[in-house]
């Protein structure tokens, strides 16, 4: 009896029903796919064609595997079970990752595929848990800690919640979970387990590397590169909640200018339309959008303008998207996927011919009128309720898919962009999934409160969202829940995040500050509130002064910051680097997540807590370490106290 086979530079295994297949996927890396009961498919879900690489296959009776540069894979048939089990080692023979064992009696299953009478699987995959080892990635989830080992996460999209299935272990392998399916991800102790609630197959890439830039070189190989960021993305970005008038926008725009301050792009937010989903300006507020962007080109500022992909049941294109099925659709009940200023559902991103027609229509009515830049909110999407099985889209229902969505909702704009001539895009958006990087998104952690504990949660959640190969990430500074520019205790607060966002991929102020204004249309009609002022002049003279120093030092890194985005374009490298990232064999860095590197040059430690005025930073070992602001020179593998009166936040600067 043979139970592997070579087809077509892979390895198969097949018993009762399940193939397994191994494949070659770019150098040192394999994609591994098992089906129970139908062929191996080929969805591309992140994944690239890879170049073609040559693989090492041998096969006996009961063992078989296959090498493809630094990586190996060795499958055993336990002679009880019939079940293959997967080991991955890398060049030196260390073992990387193991399916679990049988367990004898117990008869557990590695890849437990568990039935959905009429329908196709629940799947859970199970590794083995490892002694001292680090994970780090899983996209942006709203908990203070890096190092996801011990960590439980929930594969699906939320508000503030990005999940991107990729971890990078210190053992020297990286694991995508080519799966778009909600499910949950375990990294335990004793094993590791990957579940969805419902697929076709199970599907996954592992590579291994020596170093973790050699992990995300691997990885963005697999999945995409970040394109090259435009020239306006390096400098300092202005929005609030919300400028709800044309006349409004640019007089802020004429005062950041007056001022001589930098600032390169401002933001109109949402209900700027007539109705959600109409895809255009509201002639009552903006009643010129072509000499309105005019402006603000003669004054060299970008305008991006905020979509929403929910479409109003009263918009006048929702009869016409409905007819022609490009609207998400409930499995169950009332066709309304949000009510917020009315009843509503999401266009479905997933559907090719729905992100043409929405593109033709964002093309006619903002970009031939000069926006360039778009924000595409609500990319979970936002569902009034969080109910992933109730929803159907294009490539199948949201409990296999669902996870998709934003990435597909940035490739809508990118391909409608390049297709007008633009060369570099950049698309703001509130979530993201493995692949999004490559369609340029730039990805904010969502709708988080103004305080000091969600402040700390931001600083993970970007090193983990750029570990996980999205290194375009920002923040709301300041937090976007709450917030009065009159606060003392706040005023503090958006100081620290101000300072802190200096040393962020992309600088943007943002925020629901109160107290709100109400806002009426000249017949009455009452409109979506405007937040109270959130320029940088809105915070006190003394605040004021600091947060030009944050722009001016900002704009003085300006060639640093693009030489930063070129290593993601062509690297793969995160541009806010963990510790561990730069300083791999250095253990104490192994677990440090209120400090990290912005680049390899720049040690950024941000005040996380109200009223510190110093706080302890380690500078690692195998460099010297100057200090920003005294100018004295430390050697590494030593913890020091840094001051940090309100003015300042500690920053080192890496010496060789």
């Known amino acids: 009896m043979r139970y592997f086979s070579e087809e077509n ?8 029903g399940e193939t397994l297949m191994l494949t070659p996927w770019g150098q040192n890396s394999l994609r591994v796919r098992a089906a129970l009961m139908h062929d191996i498919e080929d969805p591309r ?6 170049e073609e690489t040559p693989a090492e296959i041998r096969i006996d009776d009961m063992r078989a595997s296959i090498r493809v540069g630094g990586l190996t894979a060795e499958l055993t048939v336990d002679p009880w079970h019939r079940v293959a089990r997967i080991a991955y080692y890398n060049a030196r023979g260390d073992l990387l990752l193991r399916e679990i064992a049988c367990g004898g009696a117990l008869n557990l299953r590695a890849r437990r595929f568990q039935p959905i009478l009429g329908g196709d699987h629940r799947l859970c995959v199970a590794f083995d848990g490892r002694e001292g080892e680090h994970l780090y990635g899983m996209g942006q989830y709203q908990l203070e800690s890096l190092d996801v080992k011990n960590c439980a996460f929930e594969l699906a999209q939320r508000n503030s919640q990005a999940s991107v299935p990729f971890v990078m272990s210190s053992l020297g392998y990286g694991f995508l979970w080519h799966n778009p399916a909600v499910g949950e991800a375990y990294f335990g102790g004793n094993r590791s387990e990957w579940k969805a609630v419902s697929t076709r197959q199970m599907d996954y890439w592992i590579c291994a590397g020596d170093t973790p830039a050699a992990l995300s070189l691997a990885y963005a190989k697999a ?14 970005w202005q929005c609030k909640l919300r400028y709800w008038n044309q006349e409004q926008l640019l007089s802020v725009a004429r005062e950041y200018r007056r001022r001589g301050l930098p600032i390169d792009l401002i933001v109109c937010d949402f209900f700027h339309w007539p109705k959600m989903g109409d895809y255009r300006f509201d002639p009552r507020f903006f009643p010129d959008p072509d000499a309105m962007c005019a402006e603000l080109k003669a004054l060299g500022i970008e305008l991006m303008v905020s979509v929403w992909p929910q479409v109003s049941l009263v918009s006048e294109n929702y009869e016409d998207m409905r007819q022609q099925g490009l609207l998400v659709r409930s499995e169950l009940g009332e066709q309304v996927g949000m009510r917020y200023q009315g009843d509503s559902m999401f266009y479905d991103a997933t559907n090719p011919r729905a992100r043409a027609y929405v593109w033709e229509k964002c093309k006619r009515n903002y970009y031939d009128k000069g926006v360039r830049v778009f924000w595409l909110d609500e990319a979970e999407p936002e569902y009034g309720e969080y109910d992933f099985e109730n929803y159907r889209y294009y490539l199948g229902p949201n409990a296999q898919i669902g996870n998709l969505y934003p990435q597909m909702y940035a490739r809508g704009f990118y391909e409608g962009l390049q297709s007008a001539g633009e060369e570099r895009v950049v698309s703001l958006l509130r979530c993201a999934w493995a692949g999004s990087q490559r369609y340029g998104a730039l990805v904010w952690s969502g709708d988080i409160q103004s305080n000091w504990e969600d402040f700390r949660r931001q600083v993970c959640a970007g090193l983990s969202m750029g570990v996980a190969g999205i290194p375009w990430w920002t923040t709301d500074i300041g937090g976007f829940y709450g917030g009065n520019p009159d606060d003392e205790a706040f005023r503090e607060l958006l100081v620290r995040w101000f300072q802190w966002a200096v040393y962020c991929p992309v600088m943007r102020l943002h925020g629901d500050r109160v107290p709100h204004r109400e806002v009426y249309a000249p017949d009455g009609e009452r409109m979506q509130d405007e937040g109270a002022d959130n320029e940088i002049w809105s915070f006190g003279d003394a605040v004021y002064d600091i947060l030009k120093g944050c722009l001016l030092r900002r704009e003085a890194l300006r060639d640093y910051t693009r030489g930063l985005m070129e290593e993601a374009h062509t690297q793969g490298k995160p541009v806010m680097r963990p510790m561990f990232y730069e300083f791999p064999k250095d253990e104490t860095c192994a677990t440090l997540r209120d400090q990290y590197l912005f680049g390899p040059r720049y040690l950024v430690a941000p005040v996380l807590e109200a009223g510190a005025r110093a706080r302890r930073v380690y ?4 460099a010297s370490w100057l200090d920003g602001r005294s100018g004295q020179v430390h050697e590494g593998g030593r913890w020091v106290t840094a ?7 500690p920053v080192f600067e890496r010496l060789e």
């Open 9 to 16: 530079g892979s390895l198969v295994w097949r018993n009762h």
């Open 45 to 50: 879900f992140a994944l690239l064609t890879p």
């Open 223 to 236: 999945t995409g590169f970040a394109p090259v960021m435009p020239e306006y993305g390096l400098g300092f």
């Open 619 to 622: 500078l690692p070992k195998g």
């Open 643 to 649: 001051d940090a009166p309100l003015e300042a936040m």
